[in-house]
């Protein structure tokens, strides 16, 4: 603990190698990216059903304490790479275009495709309730985008954070390719600017219907990926 911080450092093991090569190599495994484990808590989240409501009370690991308007502040863990790490950066940014996402390579400042194994991404993607779908990256293709690539995405309508590794290698009979997927719900935002807060609004509950008659915005989803080499 160091500057009122709890930093983690853990261990990556290499479960998708077969056993046999990793006594023939003599090593395995690695040590993550330190990094800091905060108390993360967001305002005005808003629940547009009794089944949203139902999950982040029953499965999502928060704390939940209720305001008034129907409205809520979430209580969670975040984790995030120590700030040290901002400091090996080499200097060399690619910015991508904010809009529509569509398939389509990378390139760096002097146009040439992003070609690297070693890579740090973050980005802001906005997903739409009325349209669920999926969104993400791909890293360490080949290059013809088909023989070997791996998928990082997520899947607004199943909530799942997935790493897709069904082609990450053809060299099948030393590496296994399952997939990894986690659950990941994102908030609904309820702007405190719009008065759900006024007085004589008491829940955003119909007590006749059981239906929510509150609106909030899709918050985006904030992800960052950290690839070195075959680390991901």
Do not use: C
């Amino acid at each position: 603990r160091k500057h009122d911080r709890q930093v983690l450092w853990a261990w990556l093991p290499e479960n998708d190698k077969i056993v046999d090569i990793e006594r023939q190599q003599s090593w395995a495994s690695a040590v993550t990216v330190p990094r800091e484990i905060f108390i993360h808590e967001r305002e005005n989240v808003v629940f547009l059903s009794a089944e949203e409501e139902s999950w982040f009370v029953r499965d999502g690991p928060h704390i939940i304490q209720q305001e008034a308007g129907g409205i809520a502040m979430l209580t969670t863990l975040g984790v995030k790479p120590i700030d040290e790490i901002e400091h090996l950066r080499q200097g060399n940014t690619v910015s991508i275009p904010t809009g529509p996402m569509k398939t389509e390579l990378l390139t760096d400042n002097t146009g040439d495709l992003l070609q690297t194994q070693h890579l740090e991404i973050t980005a802001t993607l906005q997903f739409n309730d009325a349209d669920p779908g999926k969104a993400g990256f791909i890293v360490r293709s080949t290059d013809d985008m088909a023989e070997e690539l791996t998928k990082i995405y997520f899947d607004h309508a199943t909530h799942e954070l997935i790493v897709d590794r069904e082609n990450s290698t053809s060299n099948t009979e030393t590496y296994e390719t399952f997939n990894d997927r986690g659950v990941f719900r994102l908030y609904h935002i309820r702007d405190a600017a719009v008065g759900v807060r006024d007085e004589g609004v008491e829940d955003a509950r119909d007590g006749s219907s059981g239906e929510y008659n509150i609106e909030g915005e899709l918050e985006p989803l904030y992800i960052r990926i950290l690839l070195d080499n075959s680390v991901l």
